[in-house]
């Protein structure tokens, strides 16, 4: 069965590396991270090239790969193991060309299995398919149907990504429906007992996902 872990997303803003960093490693220590996507819309290169270079270390100190959001030509410049792009950031051809054939390069797609299969065939390591719940953190200009991620697990290869609004309390049945990745950014920075806690807390709905996931196939 097809295994479902936490990609964890930074806040969308950090004014204070240092403390965030030591959140971070609070966070990373809670429970099982696959990536740490650095997401700082509309901060100065200088800024996000700062943030990398904190943060960097501390994901890379516990094996979690650390993808950047919106800029190849800054993931490649500060040897970040991948790039996240969107539909209107640069296109993944580019960004391939960009960050050379080893990146993982991952693709938002919102709700549309046509953009997912397009840039599967591109050779994108991850589509992104969203929001599946109301979100703070950014605007949504789509609301996906969990159904998106159990036709995706059917009938491709490529992984897929559930963004939008998880949190403890929702994750379960995302990993259930079929998806590999869970992207979670305020479900973790915002919880309640703090990030480990709130990392813990995912991993611990994922694995009551994939348990339902597995009952619902042996049935």
């Not at 509309?42 to 800024?47: C, R, W």
């Not at 719940?133 to 149907?145: R, S």
Request: charged letters at 20%; aromatic letters at 4%.
């Amino acid at each position: 069965m097809t295994d479902c872990r936490l990609y964890l997303i930074t806040p969308p803003a950090l004014d204070d590396l240092a403390g965030f960093g030591r959140h971070l490693a609070a966070a990373l220590d809670g429970g099982d991270v696959a990536a740490l996507q650095i997401r700082l819309k509309d901060a100065p290169d200088e800024a996000v090239a700062a943030a990398v270079q904190a943060l960097a270390p501390i994901a890379r100190a516990r094996e979690v790969a650390v993808i950047l959001n919106d800029r190849p030509d800054l993931a490649a410049r500060l040897g970040c193991d991948g790039v996240h792009v969107g539909q209107s950031d640069t296109p993944f051809k580019e960004a391939r060309k960009i960050m050379g054939p080893g990146a993982m390069i991952g693709v938002t797609c919102h709700d549309s299995r046509h953009l997912a299969m397009e840039a599967a065939e591109a050779g994108a390591d991850y589509v992104a398919f969203g929001a599946f719940f109301p979100t703070t953190t950014k605007e949504a200009p789509t609301t996906a149907d969990p159904e998106i991620l159990s036709i995706w697990q059917e009938t491709m290869e490529v992984p897929s990504v559930a963004i939008g609004g998880i949190t403890a309390d929702n994750a379960a049945g995302l990993a259930t429906a079929g998806a590999d990745f869970l992207a979670v950014s305020a479900g973790v920075w915002k919880h309640a007992g703090g990030p480990a806690a709130g990392v813990a807390a995912i991993n611990a709905a994922i694995a009551q996902g994939l348990e339902a996931r597995l009952a619902a196939r042996s049935e």
